[in-house]
């Protein structure tokens, strides 16, 4: 089912900035649509489920889980559609921009790049699969920077140039079949869509046989290509994923350290307590005191 498209901007904004970054988390009940306006040029990374950017009255492009899209908005104000479930990252900035940063690379461009960028096409969508830097560094460093304050706008800036000169280039000799082929594509957008669903269901027990069919594999293989592509088994993530939960509840004032632990699907206190010291690395009665 697609439905009309909600998140929340990570940077900027789509309307007035020239460079801006939007991105749609399941879950996410503090979202808001996104509209595209005329003479931007966007950079759209679907992790799970699908998106369709276009006009109302019809499509331009449709991406799918690992996908990436790189285009320029129509004449008339566009639309971003998602399909439930979704979770996707929208880099977007103003087409004049982008053409004088590229000016002087204009040679080494991709060439239906070019085309986007000096030509304005609107008809032009160039479509090729996420690889592994996009979906390990690059989206992670718009969605969670390591800076603050005043610096953010420079690391914004640092990682819209390292996203155009990964995508935007042809690749190096090799470098396609070892980032892009199918199978590594298919190994991440099911970690993704695992990540997706875990978050969800963060206060459920975990059933690794129902979370293997809710994103299409075996239970062993998802086991292993989860612990290797996160560098922790899904029982460890799962266990972040809740203190992390309990954490916001407790900081927030929401909930007491018993309510919390509740709410995020612990039934023994004492188990919640020694999970959330290996994870936090002190007691929740020290860090709802901190």
Not at 9 to 25: C, L
Not at 75 to 94: C, K, N, Q, S
Request: net charge neutral; proline share 5%.
């Amino acid at each position: 089912m697609i439905i009309k498209s909600s998140g929340k901007p990570v940077f900027g904004d789509a309307k007035e900035s020239q460079i801006w970054a939007w991105s749609a988390v399941p879950g996410d009940e503090r979202s808001e649509s996104l509209k595209l306006l005329p003479g931007q040029t966007v950079f759209v990374m679907v992790q799970t489920g699908a998106a369709i950017i276009g006009p109302e009255t019809g499509s331009l492009a449709r991406i799918e889980a690992g996908q990436m899209a790189i285009l320029n908005s129509p004449e008339d104000v566009a639309m971003v559609l998602t399909e439930d479930h979704t979770e996707l990252l929208i880099v977007g900035m103003r087409r004049e921009l982008v053409a004088g940063m590229m000016k002087p690379f204009r040679p080494g461009l991709d060439k239906r790049m070019r085309e986007i960028v000096f030509e304005g096409s609107v008809s032009e969508v160039i479509q090729k699969p996420l690889g592994r830097v996009l979906i390990e560094r690059v989206i992670p460093a718009f969605t969670s920077p390591i800076v603050s304050g005043a610096a953010r706008s420079f690391w914004y800036e640092s990682q819209v140039k390292e996203l155009i000169a990964i995508t935007c280039f042809p690749p190096a000799d090799g470098e396609d079949e070892f980032f892009c082929s199918r199978q590594k594509r298919l190994s991440m957008a099911r970690v993704a869509k695992a990540k997706a669903y875990l978050k969800k269901h963060v206060d459920e027990p975990l059933d690794l046989h129902t979370l293997a069919a809710e994103v299409g594999c075996s239970p062993f293989y998802l086991s292993r290509t989860f612990s290797s592509t996160t560098e922790m088994t899904i029982s460890q993530y799962v266990r972040k994923l809740r203190i992390e939960a309990a954490a916001e509840l407790i900081v927030s004032g929401q909930c007491n350290v018993s309510e919390a632990a509740v709410e995020v699907g612990y039934q023994s206190l004492s188990h919640f307590s020694k999970a959330f010291q290996q994870v936090k690395g002190c007691l929740p009665s020290k860090y709802e005191a901190a």
